[in-house]
């Protein structure tokens, strides 16, 4: 009796722990684009086809098993094992084979059929470099938000700062690694609107887990208007004293917020990071709270991340920070 | 009659186990009963003399083989090591014209005169003295933890000591503090009698430091000098100079030399000529850092414009930075907040990173390029004059 009731319960954890895995912003089961699509087509084929092989191998081993002998003479006939065992499954194998290269070839057409958005992803411990390049050849830099319009094809370049890294977006479909000296280009085209999640697929080192990032698929008009406002210097003006305590502390050494003397480039650009969606790549949302928290706690929410510990800052002065910091829209 | 003993193995060590225990109730009994008389006054007897000296030289040999002599340029760290040993050994040892304090010549041992008997020793050896300290000599150990780079101009200083006469050796002891060079304004300064200590090494208005490994502090931002002497007083820094320096000055003490330098101009040692290359190397690290290695810009942070915590290191001496910068990247300094910052800098950069910034920024000078457009602005105005007339 017992042991029925926890069967149960188990199956039903079982299919709830299934659905949780679906429809969320970082699951493979939910596209958000006709080439995530034929990649979720072609993986439910695969699953329900090898589901229904192995349900008919274990029919015919009961009947191996269990049926009377003229069955099990039939099924040892020379002709069943040779149609059985070498031709159905090396002409299932070839369909199935060629019916994948047609259905990602097709979608590949879709992805290129017209003029795609170019866009450099740089893969760094442990975070995510996106530079766009605007139509007059100005290149800008983002961190850790992925912004781009539905509706049109859109080429990432891969690279690596470091090490292997590699670059996924469930809803998008494709997974692609971030090689040291190479340059991998994974092409995308999404058709829905939305807020999804990538999270790097190959260990790199302490952070991996928590190299994550979002990823915004916005109306082609909403992503213009995007990029004009992100290609502006930083609305930095409304709070020329958190900017003062931000670049006297030397936080301009590593993070570049244009408009502004911080010029660095070994950490993530600063410029609009009041108006991304998360800070150290996913770990917190943002908001005023959590810039105080990861300046003061940035080696307990994200253990071994790159950037050196601020504990001589004061409440006030780590204020101020988050202040400015949040105020970059 | 006959007696025989038959020496069997278990009576051989029955026989030893009573000699041990024997021996031992001697010993205790010699302790308790206070028989040894220890007075210092009364000298050890020839025999114990003999034992502790061959012990002594002995154990010294042998822990020091190891130790590898730098190649250390006597002349350019003696000043230092002079400047050190006039404040905080000479008392015992004595120095050229000046006996051991008749204090201290009554201990026991009483300290050696270090002019005649310092060429005994080979030059790791007397590292590891001064280093390690000696027990039951009354020789301490060095006082900055894990500054061995601070043990060799003591070194050097011994090595040349024997051959100091009283005046060679008060011109290398006091450094800048001799009275003819602070004949001006020093004279009548309110702080002359704290800014003997720091003369000796450090620069002042009318003479360079007395060797490029301490640091220029004429102009430094006062908050970070007040900082620095700070955590060497309260050992969060470590250096056996400056430490023992620091313990005697109290906060009024180190706000008034911190604004004393602050606002001094001092003069600068003559910079050696780097090659073009390798300035050029060390501007491109200190303006934009290096990015494949994460190294950001230092000029981000070492700037007077920026938080008055972080030093301003133009015309600084290269050696002095790069003694630092290779402190930083042992863990050296990393006692406090603006150390660990640091820390995980230095240890991102290379040997060649860290030659080429610090000779960018021993040959950057923005008091000099001021002094060359007054020099430019007096000549056009001679040229001007002599227009006019």
Sequence with gaps: MMRLKYTIRFIFLLLTAGLLGCKTEQSMFSSAGPYADSIVWLTHLMTYGAIAVTLFIMLLTGVALFAPDNWKRKLTSDKNIVVGGIVFPTVLLTILLIYGFILLANAEKIVRSSEALSIDVVGEQWWWRFIYTLPDGRKIETANELRIPVNRPVSLTLTTADVIHSFWIPAYGGKLDMIPGRENTLDIFVQQTGVFRGQCAEYCGGAHALMSMYSVAMLPSEFEQWLDKESQIASSAANAKGKDVFLANGCGSCHQVRGTTANGTVGPDLTHVGSRLSIGAGVLKVSKESFVQWIENHQRLKPDNLMPEYTFLTVEETQLIAEFLHGLQ | ?389
């Design chain 2, 1 to 389: 009659m006959r007696l025989t003993c038959v020496v069997t193995a278990k009576r051989l060590w029955i026989g030893i186990g009573a000699i041990a225990i024997v021996t031992v109730a001697m010993a205790l009994l010699v302790a308790y009963s206070g028989v040894y008389n220890i007075a210092a006054s009364r000298g050890h007897p020839a025999w114990l003399n003999w034992f502790l000296t061959v012990g002594m030289h002995r154990s010294v040999q042998v822990n020091s083989q190891n130790i590898k002599v730098p190649d250390i340029d006597d002349e350019k760290l003696a000043p230092l090591g002079a400047a050190h040993f006039h404040s905080g050994c000479a008392v015992c040892h004595g120095a050229p014209g000046m006996r051991i304090n008749p204090v201290f010549d009554h201990m026991l041992p009483s300290p050696p005169n270090l002019s005649e008997e310092v060429s005994q020793w080979k030059k790791r050896e007397l590292f590891w003295i001064v280093r390690h300290g000696l027990q039951y000599a009354g020789m301490p150990g060095w006082s900055g933890h894990a500054r061995e780079d601070e043990v060799w101009p003591i070194v050097a200083f011994l090595s040349v000591l024997p051959d100091l006469s009283e005046q060679e050796y008060k011109t290398l002891s006091q450094g800048n503090n001799i009275k003819k060079f602070i004949h001006d304004d020093a004279d009548i300064h309110p702080l002359t009698e704290l800014l003997t200590n720091c003369r000796r090494c450090h620069g002042t208005s009318t003479r360079p430091a007395t060797t490029s490994y301490v640091p220029v502090l004429g102009g430094q931002k006062p908050e970070y000098l007040a900082r620095a002497l700070h955590e060497y007083k309260m050992n969060l820094r470590e250096s056996g100079y400056m430490e023992p320096a620091a313990h005697l000055l109290s906060e009024s003490d180190i706000h008034a030399l911190a604004n004393h330098y602050g606002q001094l101009d001092e003069v600068i040692q003559e910079t050696p000529d780097y090659s073009n290359k390798l300035i050029e190397a060390g501007r491109k690290l200190v303006e934009n850092g290096d990015r494949s290695r994460r190294i950001p810009a230092c000029a981000q942070c070492h700037i007077r414009e920026h938080s008055s915590q972080f030093p301003v290191l133009d015309e600084q001496y290269e050696d002095y930075l790069k003694n630092q910068l290779i402190l930083w990247q042992r863990g050296g300094r990393n006692h406090t907040s603006y150390g660990e910052l640091m820390g995980v800098i230095a240890k991102r950069m290379t040997l060649k990173q860290i030659q080429a910034v610090s000779a960018y920024y021993a040959s950057v000078s923005s008091r000099k390029n001021a002094d060359t457009s007054i020099n430019t602005n007096a000549h056009e105005n001679s040229i001007q004059g002599t227009e006019n007339l």
